[in-house]
Structures are given as C-alpha cells and as structure tokens.
C-alpha cells in the first residue's frame, strides 16, 4: 500500500500535505454537486483549480526531494516511490479532467490551471489528463470509488458502536433503576418491620403494667387474710 512505502521526514510532510489538498478536491466536488447557483459553483471551481495548482507544485517538490534522497534509498524503495509519484499525477489528472467537465457544462470562462511559457509538461513529470488513456482513467476512477466506499465503511463502524454504546447504557440504567425500586421495597419493608415492633413494645408495656395492677391487688388480699387471722387468733 501506499502508506507502508519508506519515505524522509521530508517526503512525508509533502506526502501529506497532497494527501490533504487530494481529500479537500473530492470535497469541493461533491459541494459543487449540491450547490444550486451557477455564480457558487464558478466560485468553487475556481478555488478547486487554485487548489490543483498547489498539488502540481507539490508534486514538483515531491519528485525533487525524491531525486536528492535516490542515491540513499535501494532500488527497491525509490520504485515504490517513483510509482507513488505517478500515481499522485494521475489522481491530480482525474480532478483536471473533472474541472474541464464542470467548467464547460457552467459555460465559465476557461481558468488555466498549467501556466504558458518554460514551464513544459515533460519537465514537470506531470502527465495532462487528455493523453492518460481510458484504462488509467478507469482505475483513477475505481480508485476514488474504493475511498468512498472505505469512508462509508468507517461511518457504518462508528455508527454501530455508537448504537451499541447507546444500548449498553440503556441496560445499566435500566439495572440500576431496578435496583432502586428493590432498595425502595426493602425500606418499606423495615419501616412497617419498625412499626410493628414499636406496637409490640406498646402491647408488652399495658401487659407489664396490668400485671403490675394483679399483683398489688393479690397482695392486698393476702395482707388482709392475715389480719383477719391474727384478729381471730388474738
């Protein structure tokens, strides 16, 4: 793949700096797609090309630092390179062909994205979209079709796991709302388990103190068997 290719420090800041102006040209497109007014859409084709003519001169500096670091890369790695390059210029040529067809369905003026003068076509090491071939055209086209239908893959994932997350919370606080009803239950239970201990110790309390009442009378009763005794006996 294109990410395990050995690249200086050097080679992957402009690496990515492509990459990044490659992800806002599929963007651009796509709002061009969704915009209504022509005025708009001349706007963001013209700010696309600005972004395309940015790209080629990364490109450029790509393949300079290339050709500085070739002599301290094995042959093996300045291939892969090299076939990155060309692959960075037919991904370029795909968005140039793409502007062409937005800019003569628009009716614009046509905007110059390869300036006239020393700057030849050759040198650059950029490939112009008209002489790529159909094939090349083809597979620049899979190559976009496979990022969406990656990007979408991705969105799929985030989309499950976030509707997975969502149920698990669900569960825990359906658990927990459970088990606040139980401890509820439960002190309700030791509440009235409370109140009828406290009527017990009530019950208990009357009886202790009709015993009480028994108990004086029975003594009073005996006291005066005694003394009726002891009247009679004296």
Do not use: W
């Not at 050759?122 to 990656?150: F, R």
């Amino acid at each position: 793949a294109a990410s395990d290719v050995p690249m200086s420090p050097e080679l992957e800041q402009v690496d990515g700096e492509i990459q990044d102006i490659f992800r806002a040209l599929h963007n651009g497109f796509q709002k061009i797609d969704k915009m209504k007014d022509s005025n708009r859409q001349s706007k963001q084709l013209e700010e696309l090309t600005g972004k395309m003519r940015e790209c080629k001169r990364l490109i450029k500096e790509f393949d300079r630092v290339l050709k500085d670091e070739e002599k301290r890369n094995t042959s093996e790695v300045n291939k892969q390179l090299n076939d990155k390059k060309q692959f960075m210029i037919k991904e370029l040529n795909s968005y140039v062909t793409m502007r062409k067809t937005y800019q003569s369905s628009l009716g614009n003026k046509r905007i110059e994205l390869f300036d006239a003068g020393n700057d030849q076509v050759a040198e650059d090491n950029v490939q112009m979209a008209s002489e790529m071939s159909n094939q090349q055209l083809i597979d620049s086209g899979m190559k976009q079709m496979d990022q969406t239908d990656q990007a979408i893959e991705r969105s799929k994932m985030v989309v499950a796991q976030t509707v997975e997350v969502g149920a698990q919370t669900a569960t825990t606080l359906t658990q927990q709302t459970d088990q606040m009803k139980r401890i509820g239950n439960e002190l309700d239970s030791v509440h009235f388990s409370l109140k009828k201990a406290s009527q017990m110790v009530k019950e208990i309390g009357r009886q202790v103190a009709t015993d009480k009442c028994i108990m004086g009378f029975l003594f009073l009763i005996v006291c005066g068997v005694i003394a009726i005794i002891v009247v009679k006996v004296y």
